[in-house]
């Protein structure tokens, strides 16, 4: 449930006009090494490569993930299509 509390903030902050932009990236955490893709939600401010890395990173860390890498950006038209590679991961953080 804890981890569930800041996609269900970002739910609640979100407006029908609100960020449209989302990112999916990798992300990793040692001892024992554990990888996830994941797909999230960022500010349409945030919309690029860097920005998304920015916006990520410490969201991840708060919940013990590095992130690695962003590998693209997108607006809803592809959310759909990423929701299944995502799992458990699909709008989390």
Do not use: E
Request: charged share 15%; aromatic share 8%; with cysteine.
């Amino acid at each position: 449930m804890r981890h569930m509390l800041p996609a269900l903030i970002l739910l609640a902050l979100a407006s029908p006009a609100g960020a449209q932009c989302y990112a999916d990236y990798k992300a990793k955490q040692d001892n024992p090494l554990r990888l996830h893709y994941g797909v999230a939600q960022v500010p349409d401010s945030a919309c690029s490569k860097g920005g998304a890395a920015a916006a990520l990173a410490p969201r991840l860390a708060a919940g013990g993930w590095t992130l690695l890498n962003i590998v693209s950006v997108f607006g809803p038209d592809k959310l759909d299509s990423k929701k299944a590679s995502a799992g458990g991961y699909f709008l989390r953080y």
